[in-house]
């Protein structure tokens, strides 16, 4: 099974950018679709962005459409986030997730998730 972690989270203000990372062990996720997810605490996990198995399409919920952008590289076996115009509502723990089925990248069932990275936005 594919293992992954997250990093790259932390405090910024609102209009910074981060960039997120997850990378991956014990198997390639060039037969994974990745997902980048987030949770506020008392809310349901949010489907972010996702990337297809060759990287050649993409999802992105609306909240975060021309701002974030999912990337990959297969050879280092990473999934990147970049985050641009943050705002305080992005706030939140970001999970990274594979799955080897999903075909529908909007589709938010992962198999295999990471521990998650804390992003807090301020005003």
């Known amino acids: 099974q594919v293992q992954l972690v997250e990093s790259g989270g932390g405090l910024v203000q609102a209009g910074d950018s981060l960039r997120l990372s997850c990378a991956a062990s014990?198997?390639?996720?060039?037969?994974?679709?990745m997902g980048w997810f987030r949770q506020v605490r008392g809310k349901e996990r949010e489907l972010v962005a996702a990337?297809?198995?060759?990287?050649?399409?993409?999802y992105y919920a609306d909240s975060v459409k021309g701002r974030f952008t999912i990337s990959r590289d297969n050879a280092k076996n990473t999934v990147y986030l970049q985050m641009n115009s943050l705002k305080p509502e992005d706030t939140a723990v970001y999970y990274c997730?594979?799955?080897?089925?999903?075909?529908?990248?909007?589709?938010?069932?992962?198999?295999?998730w990471g521990q998650g990275t804390q992003v807090t936005v301020s005003s």
């Open positions: 014990r198997r390639t996720i060039r037969s994974y679709a």
């Open positions: 997730a594979a799955d080897s089925r999903i075909v529908v990248l909007s589709t938010p069932s992962y198999d295999f």
């Open positions: 990337i297809s198995r060759s990287g050649d399409n993409t």
